[in-house]
Nanobody, 118 residues
Framework: QVQVVESGGGLVQAGGSLTLSCSASETLIGAETMGWYRQAPLGRRELVASITNDGGTNYADFVKDRFTISRLNTKNTLYLQMNSLKPEDTGAYYC????????????WGQGTQVTVSS
C-alpha cells in the first residue's frame, strides 16, 4: 500500500496563489501518472491536472495558464502551483498516484481544502 498525503491548502483571496504538495510513502518512479483532482461542495470529483513519469502534462481547460503541476521523484512529492485563484476554484483537492510498477494500483489522499474568497 502507498500512503499519499496532501498539504498546502487554505483560505486565500481571489487573485492570490497557493502551492499544494502531495507526499508519497513510496518512490514515485513507479507512478506512471500522478494527478490533482478537485471536488466542489455538492459537485463531482474532476481532474485538474496530471503528469506522467516522463514529464508530460495535461490540464483541465479551466486551469490552463493559471496552474502548474510538477513532480520531484527524488523527494516522492507532487506539486500544484495555483496562481490567479478564483472563487470557483474552491473545493477539496485530492492527489492521485497511479502505480504501474511495484505496488500497482490507484492511491488517493484524504484531500486538502482550498477556499478562495471574493
Amino acid at each position: 500500500q502507498v500512503q499519499v498525503v496532501e498539504s498546502g491548502g487554505g483560505l486565500v483571496q481571489a487573485g492570490g496563489s497557493l502551492t499544494l504538495s502531495c507526499s508519497a510513502s513510496e518512490t514515485l518512479i513507479g507512478a506512471e501518472t500522478m494527478g490533482w483532482y478537485r471536488q466542489a461542495p455538492l459537485g463531482r470529483r474532476e481532474l485538474v491536472a496530471s503528469i506522467t513519469n516522463d514529464g508530460g502534462t495535461n490540464y483541465a481547460d479551466f486551469v490552463k495558464d493559471r496552474f502548474t503541476i510538477s513532480r520531484l521523484n527524488t523527494k516522492n512529492t507532487l506539486y500544484l502551483q495555483m496562481n490567479s485563484l478564483k472563487p470557483e476554484d474552491t473545493g477539496a483537492y485530492y492527489c492521485n498516484a497511479r502505480f504501474t510498477v511495484g505496488p500497482r494500483g490507484d492511491y488517493w489522499g484524504q484531500g486538502t481544502q482550498v477556499t478562495v474568497s471574493s
